[in-house]
């Protein structure tokens, strides 16, 4: 499992002798977090650096249940709409929209679909360059750290000036977050990108004194190029509200191959047949509504199994809940109660009422009771 399914700076990376897991949700190193049943050991294994000790889990618990624990609860986030079902029959909560405070003027593009990899990528560092020497703010969002390195690799043989954010470098994020909206900057970032914060656009960014737009079309503002599209829509319109916050302008588009992992999910080998009938040529693009639409869709299918997951996971901790709500009530009453002598009282009428029940038959006479059985348990 841990040399097939488990791969270095995607799932995980080594970090000062250390296998580190990595979110891949946020794309930040998760210290002090470590896989059980010997999978972290098989890490460490497999990438040479010195195996730790199994850790011993005293107890568990899932978040679903530990929110619960709370008597009220609420949040705040700019991309819960997408989950509003899931808050509903988990939490009984509901998600209102509030309109934004000033009106969005980021344009959100239809997403650019390439046949390869490497198509995709060559397009995006013709983009990036594109932006660069117009003076743009890029920032570019990937989903692992493999990525963004490929990526980095790339700009550096076009002699393009960049700064990369990922789980290996992220004790600079508030320093490459504070330039990535200077004029002409690249950022490439994977999900963790300037979360929660408003990436500052450097003087003449916004286009002041003009509709939002240069000559040639471009919008000013920040611009976002997202290199694949994540399973989650949350995550895709986290990326894209990185730019034009506050009323500013901006600009997002996704970059897409049938070689990446949601669309081989979506069926990119029909695509493949359409591309072929049409006699698309190497590098040739496809770009649609419809086609972006029915990869919304496939993210939305993938959502639902995920919840469905866990959906059930949630239902086998419901009965293991109420075990641990029995012996958590039991452990405070013993360590905070003035007296345990009525819940010992209560225990032994307990265990003695089973006793009786199993060695002494009601329906059965006297003599053919188990006395004996009964003295030795007792």
Request: charged residues 30%.
């Amino acid at each position: 499992k841990a040399y097939s399914l488990f791969e270095k700076d995607v799932e995980y990376v080594v970090e000062n002798g250390k296998v580190l897991i990595v979110d891949e949700f946020t794309g930040r190193t998760m210290y002090g977090r470590r896989f059980s049943d010997g999978l972290h050991q098989a890490l460490e294994a497999k990438e040479n650096v010195k195996i730790e000790g199994e850790t011993q889990t005293l107890a568990t618990i899932t978040l679903q249940n530990y929110f619960r624990l709370y008597d009220k609860l609420a949040g705040m986030t700019g991309t819960a709409e997408t989950e509003a079902k899931e808050f509903w029959d988990i939490y009984k909560l509901d998600v209102v929209v509030i309109p934004t405070n000033k009106p969005v003027r980021r344009v959100d593009a239809e997403d650019m679909i390439y046949r390869t990899l490497r198509e995709k990528y060559n397009a995006v560092i013709e983009e990036i360059e594109h932006l660069h020497k117009l003076g743009r703010p890029v920032l570019v969002g990937t989903v692992s750290v493999e990525v963004s390195e490929t990526l980095s690799r790339m700009l550096k043989r076009r002699r393009i000036p960049h700064s990369v954010l990922n789980a290996k470098y992220h004790k600079q994020e508030s320093e490459i977050i504070s330039q990535a909206g200077q004029p002409g900057s690249v950022t490439i970032a994977t999900n963790m990108a300037g979360r929660g914060t408003d990436i500052k656009l450097g003087k003449g960014v916004r286009g002041e004194g003009t509709d939002g737009f240069g000559e040639d079309g471009t919008p000013f503002g920040l611009q976002i190029i997202g290199t694949s599209r994540h399973e989650a829509r949350r995550i895709d319109r986290q990326l894209r509200g990185r730019s034009g916050r506050q009323g500013d302008p901006g600009f997002s588009r996704f970059y897409l191959s049938l070689e990446d992992e949601l669309m081989r999910l979506f069926g990119s080998d029909r695509l493949i047949k359409v591309m072929d009938r049409l006699g698309a040529e190497d590098g040739e693009v496809i770009t649609h509504s419809m086609v972006t639409k029915a990869i919304e869709k496939a993210q939305k299918r993938v959502e639902e199994q995920n919840y469905s997951i866990r959906k059930h996971l949630l239902e086998y901790d419901d009965v293991m809940n109420k075990q641990r709500d029995g012996i958590y009530t039991r452990r405070r009453k013993a360590l905070m109660g003035q007296t345990t002598r009525e819940d010992l009282v209560a225990m032994l009428e307990d265990f003695l009422d089973v006793q009786f029940t199993t060695f002494i038959d009601s329906k059965k006479s006297d003599d053919e009771w188990d006395l004996e059985g009964l003295s030795d348990v007792v």
